[in-house]
């Protein structure tokens, strides 16, 4: 079974940054995309950023790009967000998931599969 989890949340100064972790295990190979995501009460769902494990591209929602940064350790097993200059409005739960990889950019993929989030608190 496909299994993700994500960690490193918690609480943070505006202007912080934190690093999330997400440990993901049984995919049963490389075809596969994982994205970023977070939940808030206004937001029902916010992509933040997705990579595909095939080829290590990575790809971020726009509104993301200049503070959030997704990187990878050894391809499949953990995928890591970097988040930097963190405000109040970046709290959320945070969630890592992942879907097979249809060989095109996966932002806006329906992800399968979706770990437990993990709180981000940014106070001001």
Excluded at 21 to 37: F, Q, T
Excluded at 57 to 68: E, G, I, L, N, V
Excluded at 112 to 122: D, E, K, P
Aim: aromatic share 10%.
């Amino acid at each position: 079974d496909v299994q993700l989890q994500a960690s490193g949340g918690g609480f943070v100064q505006a202007g912080g940054s934190l690093r999330l972790s997400c440990v993901v295990s049984g995919l049963p190979s490389d075809d596969y995309a994982i994205g970023w995501y977070r939940r808030t009460p206004e937001k029902a769902k916010e992509e933040i950023a997705c990579m595909t494990l095939r080829d290590g591209s990575t790809y971020y929602a726009d509104s993301m790009k200049s503070r959030f940064t997704m990187s990878s350790d050894n391809g499949k097993d953990a995928v890591h967000l970097q988040m930097d200059n963190l405000k109040p409005e970046d709290t959320a739960i945070y969630f890592c998931a992942a879907t097979e990889w249809y060989g095109t950019e996966c932002l806006d993929y329906h992800m399968s599969h979706w770990g437990q989030g993990t709180q981000v608190t940014v106070s001001s």
